[in-house]
């Protein structure tokens, strides 16, 4: 994360989506590329994962060609949960090449633009803009929190609110 441009934005706003997911029960999956020579998950979200969150370790780009990761967005697709929601890094390699197969699998992929990085603004731009060509949904950090919300009032209104403010 030292490297990629903006990253605190990027982990606060990862941050906060994790919490929510934690918050609405919404299931996580975190994949760690090559962990051994990149690092694992940063402290900041690692320590916000709902205790049932799985983490897959992975050589592939794209998550979506790892067998531990496919499996268990079979398990959320047979549960009827067919809307996969990306955040993470570089958005132009692994996040690129997850969301493209993932679209190509039929799932519905939105890619959470604020909570995205890479090393250099010019590969991020790139890849936001071939997400669109592709048909990929680009979602900010709250216009994925509210459209899980879906109406206001309710006590996870509240505790979700609060992490944007």
């Not at 990862?14 to 051994?36: C, D, F, H, N």
């Not at 090393?119 to 994925?144: C, D, N, Q, W």
Request: aromatic share 6%; proline share 2%.
């Amino acid at each position: 994360m030292p490297v990629i441009e903006g990253s605190d934005a990027v982990t606060r706003a990862a941050g906060i989506m994790i919490e929510a997911s934690r918050q609405l029960e919404v299931p996580v999956v975190v994949t760690e590329q090559y962990p051994k020579g990149l690092g694992s998950t940063v402290d900041a979200i690692a320590g916000r994962l709902p205790n049932d969150a799985a983490v897959v370790e992975k050589m592939t780009f794209s998550a979506a060609r790892n067998h531990d990761f496919a499996a268990r967005l079979d398990g959320f697709r047979a549960a009827g949960r067919d809307h996969i929601v990306i955040c993470g890094v570089e958005s132009h390699v692994c996040v690129m090449q997850t969301a493209a197969d993932l679209g190509a699998q039929g799932y519905t992929v939105h890619i959470v633009a604020d909570a995205c990085g890479s090393r250099a603004t010019a590969s991020k731009e790139a890849a936001l803009a071939r997400f669109g060509a592709l048909g990929i949904s680009r979602v900010t950090t709250e216009m994925a929190l509210f459209e899980w919300l879906e109406v206001a009032g309710t006590a996870e209104f509240k505790a979700v609110s609060r992490l944007v403010k």
